[in-house]
């Protein structure tokens, strides 16, 4: 089994280098001054330029300092304003060694290809009662402060709060009939919706005493598997089934049957053996649903009125192993869980089409799987599912990491 120690050395990697292979930088310019000259190769980044020259990956400020204090002087060294953006070309400054005091530039400057700008006050990382949790889905009540999550073993829904970080549980696993916990988003009304995966069950609570509000059911069938929901303005919520092709709406809280509102037979979503649509969000007038099929990172929007299914022109945007998605004005972000990693992809006014931004992620991320907001911070559900056949690290946590800029 890979140490954790090891995940997280893996997961950084691929966020630096923001691809899988790495060319081979030119050799750098000598001089007799402090330092020496560098000019940017093709998948250079300042981090593994400064391990690299330091051997640590941390020490790029002094790159990024010492390259901007150059470029006062002599305009030929470039400007560096965000250190997540270098170009190839560009004329650094590496100084012979790091200046004193990285560790609080650190702190004050994000890492290439990390996120920046969250309150340090609130928790970092919420840790998760049980030794088998496992957990999928992950949602955020901005009325409270509290959040939401579930585990897919058996079932049991934890409530935590964001400011002290104690979170404790819910609803025992197994209540209900509730023997799994998949997808979940809490409703303006403070209802805590809850997909109900294998059990092909949908169940919703009132977050203020716990209570069952309702349940729905799907018609029996061989495989199923309700993953998420998206939550629309008129009241409906809307169910992705990663192994049936149906999706399914329930409109109200009056519990019963799952109305199989769109049968994706004959359209451009095409299911095949295993996982087919995960994550699914609304746009923020209820008009278009967006949803990613996991296998091909193909993302579609369906539009509630006409039930018409368009495939998103993302530009070729690797989206595979897209799990959880989340919609934050026209940016939508996708997670991709054995990736350990999430995209952002800037959506077209009538989301037909996307742009990838570039990719982030953290060290505290293990299989991410499903993402909420929290004020001006991502809430992120580390699934752990690379070590159900293993030895899982406890405690099963939740990751509190920055919105990029």
Do not use: C
């Not at 998420?228 to 049957?257: C, H, M, N, Q």
């Amino acid at each position: 089994m890979k140490s954790k120690t090891l995940i997280v050395v893996i997961l950084t990697a691929i966020l630096l280098a923001g691809a899988l292979s790495v060319a081979q930088a030119a050799p750098p310019v000598q001089t007799e001054q402090e330092g020496q000259e560098y000019v940017v190769q093709a998948n250079d980044w300042l981090s593994r330029l400064a391990e690299k020259f330091y051997g640590d990956v941390m020490a790029y400020p002094s790159i990024v300092e010492a390259t901007n204090a150059r470029a006062a002087e002599d305009n030929s060294f470039a400007v560096i304003n965000n250190p997540d953006v270098i170009e190839v070309g560009q004329k650094l400054w590496i100084p012979n060694a790091p200046a004193e005091g990285t560790a609080s530039a650190e702190a004050e400057t994000p890492a290439a290809g990390t996120a920046a700008g969250v309150d340090s006050s609130l928790p970092a990382s919420f840790a998760l009662p049980g030794e088998a949790v496992f957990p999928e889905g992950v949602s955020y009540n901005p009325a409270t402060g509290k959040f939401y999550v579930g585990s897919t073993t058996d079932g049991t829904l934890y409530e935590g709060d964001l400011a002290s970080g104690e979170v404790r549980v819910f609803s025992e696993g197994g209540a209900d009939g509730r023997t799994t916990a998949i997808g979940t988003k809490v409703d303006s009304n403070g209802n805590l919706w809850v997909a109900g995966g294998g059990t092909g069950q949908m169940f919703v609570y009132n977050t203020a005493d716990g209570s069952l509000v309702a349940s729905y059911t799907t018609p029996e069938v061989e495989q199923t598997f309700i993953n998420d929901l998206a939550l629309t303005p008129d009241g409906s919520a809307y169910f992705t089934d990663s192994f049936r092709p149906i999706l399914f709406k329930v409109s109200g809280t009056e519990g019963g049957e799952a109305e199989a509102w769109l049968d994706f037979t004959g359209t451009p979503i095409q299911y095949s053996e295993g996982f087919n649509l995960n994550g699914i969000a609304a746009t923020p007038d209820g008009r278009y649903l967006l949803t990613i099929h996991s296998p091909t990172g193909n993302l579609f929007r369906i539009d509630t009125n006409s039930q018409e299914i368009i495939q998103v022109d993302t530009g070729g945007a690797e989206l595979t192993a897209g799990d959880g998605i989340l919609l934050i004005g026209n940016t939508l972000y996708v997670t991709r869980n054995s990736f350990g990693e999430i995209v952002p992809v800037v959506m077209s006014e009538d989301f037909s089409t996307g742009t990838a931004g570039a990719t982030f992620t953290d060290p505290s991320l293990i299989y991410p799987t499903t993402i909420a907001q929290a004020d001006d911070s991502l809430l992120v559900a580390n699934s752990q599912f690379n070590n159900r056949e293993g030895t899982p690290e406890l405690p099963f946590t939740v990751s509190r990491i920055p919105l990029p800029n």
